[in-house]
């Protein structure tokens, strides 16, 4: 390992410089951000302002035309299934495989590491009783499952090899608001007992300050602000971030403050 490769205090993620391009037109960048490890960081912003681009390079799913994406201070290499694992993926719409079981579902990786049967059932039992999934629905597929529901077995699933960090695009976007609020006071609380690095993408304000430490704006591929909801309101940095805050806070933003 290289001086410059030392993960001592480095940040869980860190992007330099990044920049990612689509057919010649720059979906993301370049963009640099640091999130420290425990944090929870929501990426917010308009549709189309790269916030699943920026997720997809720290996952490795893309990779940047420039620049670096870190983990741990490490540069993060296409071929680097090791480092992949530590990253757990909730992804828009919960992504399960439609023919598997919850249970099939949530332990995909584990089995594919042929992880013992007695190893998987006992980790399975755990996430279950954390996310508040029902054990006995774990024999259920997809299509039998609530929205809610799918989406705490994608949760189990991006958990199950009990990554330092934790990316989750949307995860609640397609949930009613009664389903949305009780599985963000769940998520929350996850969050908060893991101690977790957490990447979060919404476009949602409220949601993002119900989870997050941090905000970071983005649009047209550039970080506008990065701050407090609070720091958002008194100073924004750009017009822009004046809008997009006020437009929000007209749609009712809850009363609650970050944690
Ligand atoms: P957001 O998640 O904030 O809605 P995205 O990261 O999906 O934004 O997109 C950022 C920009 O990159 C947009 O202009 C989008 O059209 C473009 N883009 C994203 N993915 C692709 C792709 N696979 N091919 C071409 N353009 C893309």
């Known amino acids: 390992m290289r001086a410059d490769e030392s993960t001592e205090g480095a940040p869980a993620i860190e992007l330099r410089e990044v920049v990612k391009r689509y057919g010649g037109a720059e979906g993301l960048g370049p963009v640099s951000l640091a999130v420290p490890a425990g944090r929870t960081v929501a990426l917010i912003g308009p549709s189309g ?32 299934h090791a480092a992949r694992r530590r990253l757990g993926y909730v992804v828009q719409g919960g992504g399960l495989f439609p023919h598997l079981t919850a249970g099939r579902n949530a332990a995909l990786v584990a089995r594919h590491l042929r992880w013992p049967e007695a190893r998987v059932t006992a980790r399975l039992e755990e996430l279950a009783a954390l996310t508040r999934f029902p054990a006995e629905a774990l024999a259920r597929f997809p299509h039998e499952l609530s929205g809610g529901q799918a989406q705490r077995v994608s949760l189990m699933r991006a958990l199950f090899l009990e990554p330092e960090v934790l990316l989750l695009d949307e995860p609640l976007g397609a949930l009613d608001p009664i389903t949305r609020a009780d599985l963000q006071a769940d998520l929350r609380a996850i969050f908060a007992s893991l101690g977790k690095t957490v990447l979060l993408v919404t476009h949602d304000l409220a949601e993002a300050v119900f989870f997050a430490h941090e905000l970071v704006l983005l649009r047209d591929g550039r970080v506008l602000q990065r701050g407090s909801l609070d720091a958002l309101v008194r100073a924004p940095a750009d017009p822009f971030v004046a809008r997009f805050v006020h437009a929000q806070r007209a749609l009712g933003l809850p009363p609650g403050a970050p944690p």
């Open 49 to 80: 302002a790269g916030k699943s681009t920026l997720l997809r390079l720290v996952l490795g799913l893309v990779a940047p035309d420039r620049g670096e994406v870190r983990l741990r201070g490490a540069p993060l290499r296409p071929e680097d």
